[in-house]
């Protein structure tokens, strides 16, 4: 051994290697700042790294065969001279360029979690030290600069509409509106915000709006340690906003995942022309509007969308939000027939001016729900899928779908994953414990229901969400409390509802079905449609007064009465009897049966 030290001493092979490894170094350092620069793939700089590494082996075989000979035959051995400082300082450098060299090697290839920060952005997950490799981000709500509070909605609209943008690229998860949102007017430090949105980067900026003028500024900032990735401000005219907030997302895709997506976000939509100013602040009005879920606030974004696309017909989101809005709208009066025919007529509209647009498509696929278009709704399933099958809008989408078709697990699968994208969202939360309710899981759906409330205390559909699944578990005490709550919020069919569930649980029917009488006597009721008060009945051991409100849902296309069929908690009796077997003959319940039995053939793969 000490021989061999003795002729790596004489022939210089430390002093070669520690240099040659400095410098393999030092060019590795500097491509990998310089390549992604200029766009190269990342292939360029792995390929690089095993050619750097390869080469020192080699290095050392040359300086080996050139260093002159050494001749000893008629020399004593003596021992090896002592190693001088030099040497020592060397040594240590060349261990620690191998140290860092091999961690550097092992973060580009994914075995060691990103530790370097070179001008390569990491990816969001492991960013925020998530398992999944898929960027992800959160589009904060842009500070409004102006100096007048009451364009906030400007503001908030471009924040909105970016975010709609980035989330058309299938490779790029990002966070809902109703999450990111919720940090409105904080000063949350961004890391807390990427943990509690479970991203990795997170957008933020501020606009200045002045006539006709608009002055963006926006950065991208990593979760993990609040470093900017990416910076920058736009100074434009307001005409020209769409092609803007184009150009945002394609810069941030790009600084996010290599330039890989720079031409994914959108990339097959219309060219996108200008447009009016006036129009476009009306259209972020609307959107501000709309966002409150209230039926006044539904009737004043119409008439604003309206004025919109009577301005600029050939603008597409503005007909897909306007069609979105009366589907809501249709929702608060028992889905008037008028609004959901006005709903179609504008989303057809935007998906022949823009066939890609996800929220255009996830309310359409809704409405075919509601007009029993059973193929229509398939073929925009697909559709959303094929586009996005990551995106808040697809995963809406088809939670209707799948649970209207009779699927509860893909159901709740899919609003399991809305919530991560969304996980502030009141809506997707409550609807993931009614999904729970339905397929007799309580104890997941009480824990649903409570993370709901936690965002909306004291909201009466979601108490007596939570209401049904303590009666489910026989928490008699628990079910009777929420009866109260709903008693005070004056929502007297929830109330008896509620108490029906109760009721029903413990083994007395004759109360529930008193109730059930009830609440059937004052329809439509809460949020009660003829297959709810036909459930209830059932709850109640009345199945002939089921099977006439379940007849009622027939005649009046209630889009949820066939999945009744395939809802674990209904009796087995009831689904065997003349009377239901009978309406499954009906020619619409075959057509749905029909869509059931090809989705359940796609499910399997077969």
Known sequence: MQSLLRVIQQRKLDRVAAAYSVAAWLVVQAFSIALPTFGAPLWVLKILIVLAVGGLPLTLWIAWHMAPPQHHRHRAPTPPPPSSATDIALLALLAGVIILSGAQILSHTGLLPGVFKSGTPRSAGSAAGHASSTPSMAVLPFTNMSGDPSKDYFSDGISEELSNQLANAPDLRVAARTSSFAFKGKNEDIRKIGHALNVGT?????????????????????????????????DRDLRNILQLQDEI???????????????GVHNAAPERSPIDPEAYRQYLQAQSLSARKTLEDDARAVELFKAVVKAQPDFAPAWAALGRTYVHYAEFQNRRPDLIAAAKAALDRALTLDGRNLEALSSHLLVALMKWEWQVAAADARRLQALNPHSV?????LNYWYGNLGFPDQQSAVLREAT?????????????????????????????????LALRPG?????????????????????????QQLLALHEIDGSQACALRRAAASGRTGDAHALA??????????????????????????????????????????????????????????LESAGWISLKQKPEALAWQAAHEK????????
């Open 459 to 483: 909201r009466a559909l979601t108490l007596y969400t939570l209401c049904v699944a303590y009666a489910g578990l026989g928490r008699g005490d628990r079910a009777q409390d929420l009866v």
């Open 420 to 452: 991560r994208l969304d996980p502030l969202s009141f809506v997707d939360l409550n609807n993931l414990a009614t999904a729970y309710n339905d397929r007799g899981e309580f104890a997941e759906a009480v824990s649903a229901a409570n993370d709901a």
């Open 249 to 263: 997302a394609r810069a941030i895709t790009a600084a996010l995942t290599h330039g890989l997506l720079a031409g």
């Open 393 to 397: 809008f697809t995963l809406r989408g």
């Open 517 to 574: 009488d009830a609440i059937a006597r004052r329809f439509p009721a809460f949020v009660f449609d003829n297959t709810n008060i036909g459930s209830f009945y059932l709850a109640a051991g009345d199945p002939a007064a089921a099977l006439q409100w379940f007849r009622r849902a027939y005649d009046n296309r209630d889009y949820d009465l066939f999945a009744v069929s395939y809802v674990p908690t209904t009796p087995p009796a009831f």
């Open 202 to 234: 997170v957008l933020e900026g501020s606009v200045r709006e002045d006539g006709r003028h608009i002055r963006i500024t926006a950065q991208l900032i990593n979760a993990a340690d609040g470093f900017h990735i990416w910076s920058k401000t736009y």
């Open 599 to 606: 989705l359940a053939a796609e499910l399997s793969g077969s």
